[in-house]
């Protein structure tokens, strides 16, 4: 992925262009059913990462499918979701109304047939009750807590019952009770759907925890080799995964594997 960096071209003549090479040599290949993390130095990619599985991005070169076709294509027909850093929620709309958010877009007329109307509220009504807000539907989000606002962004990436999910660093800026509690709750989410997750973050512990593989990324020699995934931990603890795994001197040998990565993957910078 190239990236365009620099002063543009402004009314007084050329600005300085120059080409920036993000994400070099990059291939991943996930399963059906595959919970992948990816970790590595702050900016050494993994937004790209996730922003071209999503469609967001382009590749400048190479190909990238998701559920076998285009990543803009698989978003469009609900069979891929992201949730962001932060949980981009719209200010003026409800709880329930922010979830339904995907089915009015892909249904503008929705509200012409009184049992359409329906099916979507009840759909709402399901979603918020599996993240545990169904209490909360007529709220607006200012009202709600960081968690709070991250699990309506969850329940709305699951409106159209996508088979991928796209995260990065969703649970960031969370407090670390809170972070846990999400963690637990994406599992669960992950166990029931049966989902195909990519989960790009900082955090060893919490990709060891979650994932089935944890790719890690590192940044070329210079700027202009751009980035890979240069080591890959694979997570062999048994599912379903509780708190309690985090006792297990398994796990511990997991982070260390994780973190002796990573720090190899930092010195080849
Ligand atoms: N829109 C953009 N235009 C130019 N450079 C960008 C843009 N987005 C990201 N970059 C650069 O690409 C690199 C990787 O960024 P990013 O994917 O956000 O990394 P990470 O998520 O790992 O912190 C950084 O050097 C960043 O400055
Ligand atoms: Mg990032």
């Avoid at 050494?44 to 922003?51: E, I, N, P, Q, S």
């Avoid at 993240?131 to 709600?144: I, Q, R, T």
């Avoid at 699990?151 to 995260?167: K, M």
Wanted: hydrophobic fraction near 40%.
């Amino acid at each position: 992925m190239t990236y365009e960096v620099g002063r543009p071209r402004g009314l007084l003549g050329g600005g300085i262009q120059q080409a920036l090479d993000v994400v070099v040599n990059f291939s991943l290949d996930v399963q059906p059913g595959e919970f992948v993390s990816v970790i590595g130095p702050s900016g050494c990619g993994k937004t790209t990462v996730l922003f071209l599985l999503a469609g967001i991005r382009t590749p400048s070169a190479g190909r990238i499918e998701v559920c076998a076709r285009p990543p803009r294509d698989a978003v469009r027909d609900g069979l891929c979701s992201v949730i962001f850093q932060q949980p981009v929620l719209l200010e003026w709309l409800s709880v329930e109304e922010n979830v339904l958010l995907p089915l009015r877009l892909r249904d503008p007329r929705w509200w012409l047939w009184p049992g359409r109307r329906g099916q979507y509220l009840e759909r709402a009504g399901q979603l918020l009750r599996t993240v545990e807000l169904d209490a909360f539907s007529h709220y607006y989000p200012e009202k709600l807590s960081g968690g709070m606002q991250q699990r309506v962004a969850i329940a709305r990436a699951l409106t159209l019952d996508p088979q991928v999910l796209l995260l990065d660093e969703p649970f960031g800026a969370l407090d670390e009770i809170t972070r846990d509690r999400m963690n637990l709750e994406l599992l669960r989410l992950y166990e029931q759907r049966a989902l195909t997750i990519v989960f790009v973050t900082h955090s060893i512990e919490e990709a060891v925890f979650l994932s089935d593989r944890v790719v890690v990324m590192g940044r070329g020699a210079s700027p202009r080799t751009g980035s890979s995934i240069v080591r890959e931990v694979r997570v062999d603890l048994p599912r379903p995964r509780t708190a309690a795994l985090k006792e297990d001197a398994a796990f511990f040998q997991k982070v260390r594997e994780g973190r002796a990565a990573l720090r190899e993957a930092q010195q080849l910078q």
